[in-house]
């Protein structure tokens, strides 16, 4: 009997648009060629060193060993205290488990939650990995596109005509990746009463949540007990402290869920490093005012990017709330010429014609747009949007 080699899981996963983009700019970087990247999706800024001191001191300090599988006890203390300070919600440290990193908390809730044949909600367009760790549970994605002119959000109304007997959870992810857009405290309410009355877990990936520039920051967590019991909030250390290879990732929920999590994480990688762990806990602990430069820079970039952008021909852009990415529209650059008629072969266009490493917007499930990072340093984002306006004029005068 012939047998397949690859489990079906691994054989039709997708991978990622956005690291097979940097990856291949890295390629011709390689091979001489100048090629400026707004494809990444991480801060250009260093790690702060009081951040680093304190995983150094761990070293030296011989906590080299294992922790408990769900962090140490310190780390989620202080991931308590920054929950209670940001959302107000008390959370005992049994309701908090650590990870390698965001992503790997979601995909242990994901796999904390559904089984084969249920159904999660993912709003498009939605960050690349949502609907490939939904397959990986055996479950089906829904995908809802959300539109620009209603700032990329989903309303009641249009999850109640996506809702089934089987739907068991919806991933919302706010500071969006790509889009940058946060919901409203209105906004947010009406979601949770829907999620409440259909007894829906929302799994708030909410890692963007400290790189806001407009408005408060929401977070389902505090909108009452009932939801709270239906929500595993997740965030990290990541990009709001410019911490992307330490791996630290952290998720509080329901005592439940967060114990099944612990379970899964217990069998299948143990604890997230030591040593990162005790850089997040200080990183956690430290005043605001470590990471306040960097979203100060960011907000200026932002929009230095989105008046650029807007006077590029065929391109448009919304002003985003937070992150570090605009999903610029492009329809009228398929529109006005022959040759580049989707995402991925204006990202190819730019790649080769201008230098410059985007990503098409069909990864994230919006043929119509490509996503540029503002995660760049001021000359490198005037070069590079100077070098995308070129290329676009002379295809649209070809
Ligand atoms: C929306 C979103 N969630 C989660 C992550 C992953 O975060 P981490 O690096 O902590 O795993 C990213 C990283 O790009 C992201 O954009």
């Given at each position: 009997?012939?047998?397949n080699r ?6 039709t ?6 690291l ?13 060629v100048?090629v400026?990247?707004l ?7 260093d ?9 150094i ?8 060993k ?28 049994e309701?908090?488990?650590v990870a390698?990193?965001?992503?790997h ?6 796999l ?8 999660a ?16 549970c ?16 989903v ?11 089987k ?5 919302l992810?706010?500071?969006?990746n790509?889009?940058g857009?946060?919901y409203t405290?209105e906004e947010?309410?009406a979601?949770?009463?829907w999620?409440?009355?259909?007894n ?5 990936d ?6 806001l520039y ?12 009932e ?6 909030l997740?965030?990290g250390v990541?990009?709001s ?5 330490w ?7 329901p ?6 999590m ?8 143990s604890?997230?490093n030591s040593?990162?762990q005790?850089a ?12 306040l430069?960097m979203?100060?820079?960011f907000?200026e970039?932002?929009?230095y ?6 006077q590029i ?27 580049v008629?989707?995402s991925l ?5 730019l790649?080769?014609e ?7 917007g069909?990864?994230?499930?919006q043929d ?7 995660a760049a340093g ?6 590079a ?8 004029v002379?295809l649209?005068?070809?």
């Amino acid at each position: 009997m012939t047998k397949n080699r690859l489990s079906k899981r691994a054989a039709t996963l997708q991978p990622s648009m956005s690291l097979a983009i940097s990856a291949k700019a890295e390629e011709l970087r390689r091979n001489g060629v100048d090629v400026l990247s707004l494809s990444v999706g991480e801060p250009d800024f260093d790690t702060p060193s009081l951040i680093k001191e304190a995983g150094i001191r761990a070293i030296q300090e011989g906590k080299t060993k294992y922790t408990r599988a769900q962090g140490t006890v310190e780390l989620r203390e202080a991931i308590a205290r920054r929950i209670k300070k940001d959302t107000g919600v008390d959370y005992p440290i049994e309701q908090i488990t650590v990870a390698n990193g965001a992503k790997h908390s979601i995909m242990n809730a994901l796999l904390a939650l559904l089984d084969p044949g249920d159904e999660a909600i993912v709003l498009s367009p939605y960050w690349v990995s949502y609907p490939e760790m939904i397959r990986l549970c055996e479950a089906t994605p829904v995908i809802i596109h959300t539109k620009e002119e209603k700032g990329f959000k989903v309303d009641r109304l249009t999850l109640e005509k996506h809702t089934s007997d089987k739907t068991k959870v919806l991933i919302l992810n706010a500071p969006s990746n790509p889009t940058g857009s946060d919901y409203t405290k209105e906004e947010l309410q009406a979601i949770t009463d829907w999620a409440v009355e259909q007894n829906v877990f929302i799994v708030s990936d909410e890692i963007y949540s400290k790189l806001l520039y407009e408005g408060t920051h929401y977070s389902p967590v505090s909108f009452g007990r009932e939801v709270n019991n239906l929500t595993i909030l997740i965030n990290g250390v990541s990009k709001s402290y410019a911490m992307t290879g330490w791996r630290i990732g952290y998720a509080a929920g329901p005592a439940d869920i967060i114990k099944a999590m612990n379970g899964l994480q217990s069998q299948m990688t143990s604890n997230p490093n030591s040593i990162a762990q005790f850089a997040g806990t200080a990183a956690l602990d430290a005043d605001d005012a470590l990471f306040l430069p960097m979203v100060q820079a960011f907000r200026e970039r932002r929009d230095y990017c989105v008046t650029r952008v807007n006077q590029i021909p065929g391109m448009h852009c919304n002003t985003p709330d937070g992150a570090f990415y605009l999903f610029v529209n492009v329809t009228e650059i398929y529109a006005q010429n022959d040759t580049v008629r989707d995402s991925l072969q204006l990202a190819a266009y730019l790649l080769e014609e201008a230098q410059v490493a985007v990503i098409p917007g069909i990864g994230f499930g919006q043929d119509a747009y490509i996503r540029l990072s503002f995660a760049a340093g001021m000359e490198t984002l005037e070069e590079a949007l100077n070098r995308i306006e070129t290329a676009v004029v002379k295809l649209l005068n070809r």
